[in-house]
């Protein structure tokens, strides 16, 4: 479940938003001729990525599921805890998974070489859209898998429980790329960071800004690299993304 669950998640909340998106004109954040023209890949491309990614993850996933599951085997049985303990533990995994996210992502900003030739890959969707979300260079599935493993291990729980984890993770991730800013979304209703501040970040004038995903903007805060935002209504329908300073 640990290895299969996220996948599924990605494909059928990606799939539903990347079905729906063209007939949602009103709550898109961009419109379809933008999404058409400002990207430079075909989705088939990015597609591909994703999949390649995903059987990357299957495998350094089933690695360490059968690392810690060899180690309980051998030590005690895994007792899972209250509901409660396992919410602290998931509140928990979700700042140490920000934390990573947002110290490596900064770094394929400024290290010339890893953007250039890692990072950039994610970047050539300018307009970024559901299917898209886990669309990255392989390098990349290394430092997010680390992400991973640091919130599993710092937060103490169990393999069952990071199974919750990994697929909040993951609607997230898909939700803040989707370009739909839909009435009644509890990810924008619970979390500042979401698919508008996202969006500020692939745009090129914000490209060095609003590194925090997926749930947080504590780190863009406390490190000055929080882009403040508005979000208008565009004339024709839909909505607009607009920074409030410019690029320093």
Same mark, same amino acid.
């Given at each position: 479940?640990?290895?299969?669950?996220?996948?599924?998640?990605?494909?059928?909340?990606?799939?539903?938003?990347?079905?729906?998106?063209?007939?949602?004109?009103?709550?898109?954040?961009?419109?379809?001729?933008?999404?058409?023209?400002?990207?430079?890949?075909?989705?088939?491309?990015?597609?591909?990525?994703?999949?390649?990614?995903?059987?990357?993850?299957?495998?350094?996933?089933?690695?360490?599921?059968?690392? $810690?599951?060899?180690?309980?085997?051998?030590?005690?049985?895994?007792?899972?805890?209250?509901?409660?303990?396992?919410?602290?533990?998931?509140?928990?995994?979700?700042?140490?998974?920000? $934390?990573?996210?947002?110290?490596?992502?900064?770094?394929?900003?400024?290290?010339?070489?890893?953007?250039?030739?890692?990072?950039?890959?994610?970047?050539?969707?300018?307009?970024?859209?559901?299917?898209?979300?886990?669309?990255?260079?392989?390098?990349?599935?290394?430092?997010?898998?680390?992400?991973?493993?640091?919130?599993?291990?710092?937060?103490?729980?169990?393999?069952?429980?990071?199974?919750?984890?990994?697929?909040?993770?993951?609607?997230?991730?898909?939700?803040?790329?989707?370009?739909?800013?839909?009435?009644?979304?509890?990810?924008?209703?619970?979390?500042?960071?979401?698919?508008?501040?996202?969006?500020?970040?692939?745009?090129?004038?914000?490209?060095?800004?609003?590194?925090?995903?997926?749930?947080?903007?504590?780190?863009?805060?406390?490190?000055? $690299?929080?882009?403040?935002?508005?979000?208008?209504?565009?004339?024709?329908?839909?909505?607009?993304?607009?920074?409030?300073?410019?690029?320093?």
């Amino acid at each position: 479940m640990g290895t299969i669950a996220p996948i599924i998640v990605y494909w059928v909340y990606a799939g539903v938003n990347q079905f729906l998106s063209p007939s949602l004109d009103k709550f898109r954040l961009h419109t379809l001729d933008e999404e058409n023209g400002k990207n430079v890949i075909p989705i088939i491309t990015v597609v591909k990525g994703v999949l390649l990614q995903q059987l990357l993850q299957i495998l350094i996933t089933q690695l360490g599921f059968f690392i $810690t599951s060899y180690t309980e085997e051998t030590s005690r049985p895994t007792v899972q805890p209250s509901v409660p303990i396992q919410i602290l533990q998931i509140l928990i995994a979700m700042f140490i998974f920000d $934390t990573c996210q947002y110290f490596v992502h900064r770094y394929m900003h400024h290290n010339k070489f890893l953007y250039r030739h890692v990072h950039s890959h994610h970047h050539r969707l300018v307009v970024p859209y559901a299917v898209g979300a886990l669309y990255n260079h392989p390098v990349e599935v290394i430092s997010d898998m680390l992400g991973g493993a640091a919130a599993f291990f710092g937060s103490g729980m169990t393999p069952r429980t990071s199974v919750w984890l990994f697929c909040l993770i993951t609607v997230k991730a898909v939700d803040d790329h989707s370009g739909l800013r839909l009435p009644g979304n509890l990810f924008h209703v619970l979390f500042k960071n979401n698919g508008a501040y996202h969006d500020v970040h692939h745009q090129v004038n914000g490209v060095k800004y609003n590194y925090s995903q997926p749930f947080f903007t504590f780190w863009d805060r406390v490190m000055g $690299t929080y882009m403040p935002y508005n979000v208008m209504k565009r004339p024709g329908g839909g909505f607009e993304v607009r920074m409030m300073k410019k690029r320093s």
